[in-house]
């Protein structure tokens, strides 16, 4: 079992900058790949950006938004810049063992224009 807490989110103005931070149980973080989903509100859950032997964006974020992790502290972050208010949402991190997918509990992340 992996439990991931996220933490980071809040409101900010349009431009401005956020960074998220998912905290994973485990002694094989390494080994997991993560990444960071985000659902708006009357919207599905959307693919943001992942983070294995390579990183991966979605088009809506690529240049603006950073994903890395820390082995050591068991921790993934997804650095997020020039923010619109587009990217308004509930993010949600995610973690992919060899046999299980785990998600976090979501963290609002809110942009006023």
């Known amino acids: 079992q992996v439990q991931l807490v996220e933490s980071g989110g809040g409101l900010v103005q349009a431009g401005g900058s956020l960074r998220l931070s998912c905290a994973a149980s485990g002694r094989t973080f390494s080994s997991y790949a993560m990444g960071w989903f985000r659902q708006a509100p009357g919207k599905e859950r959307e693919f943001v950006a992942a983070?294995?032997?390579?990183?991966w964006y979605a088009d809506s974020v690529k240049g603006r938004f950073t994903i890395s992790r820390d082995n050591a502290k068991n921790t993934v972050y997804l650095q997020m810049n020039s923010l619109k208010p587009e990217d308004t949402a509930v993010y949600y991190c995610?973690?992919?063992?060899?046999?299980?997918?785990?998600w976090g509990q979501g963290i609002q992340v809110t942009v006023s224009s």
């Open positions: 995610n973690a992919n063992t060899i046999r299980n997918s785990y």
């Open positions: 983070i294995g032997d390579s990183t």
